[in-house]
């Protein structure tokens, strides 16, 4: 097998963040507005009078969605870099690949109408990114330490 095939799951997940980022403003807070919706509706469904503030949730889960995407994303630049070759430096290359994804990320919804560019996005994918990096290796040892027991 080819080491490059390594690389298929990053650039397919790399095209989704396109596609969602390519999507106009309104389209976007659609479909975000539909999964705030249908989280508002299961917390009532489970806690009937519990009041849950939509926009405040909204905000959640806008910015929940660029950490979980960066987060993925470095995880899977790693796991190609590691299988491409091993060296002690790949969680900073992975992490470093997916800031600046993130950053060419804002960059192109900057044209996209109805869509801004925010440096605090940027922040909250690089967190994202350093959180999946740390996950990664924290799993890495936990699966060598009982390979070895």
């Given at each position: 097998m080819k080491k490059w095939f390594v690389w298929i799951p990053a650039l397919l997940w790399m095209g989704l963040i396109f596609f969602l980022s390519h999507q106009p403003g309104n389209d976007s807070g659609?479909?975000?507005?539909?999964?705030?919706?249908?989280?508002?509706?299961?917390?009532?469904?489970?806690v009937p009078k519990v009041e849950v503030p939509l926009e405040t949730l909204h905000f959640i889960i806008r910015k929940g969605a660029h950490f979980f995407s960066y987060f993925v994303l470095a995880i899977l630049y790693f796991f190609a870099l590691n299988k491409m070759k091993k060296l002690s430096y790949n969680g900073l290359v992975a992490f470093l690949m997916a800031t600046i994804y993130a950053i060419t990320d804002e960059f192109h919804q900057y044209f996209i109408p109805g869509r801004v560019a925010a440096v605090t996005d940027v922040m909250i994918d690089s967190l994202g990114a350093l959180c999946g990096i740390i996950s990664y290796m924290l799993a890495l040892k936990v699966v060598k330490y009982f390979i070895k027991r």
């Open positions: 659609a479909l975000s507005g539909g999964i705030t919706k249908t989280i508002i509706d299961a917390i009532q469904y489970i």
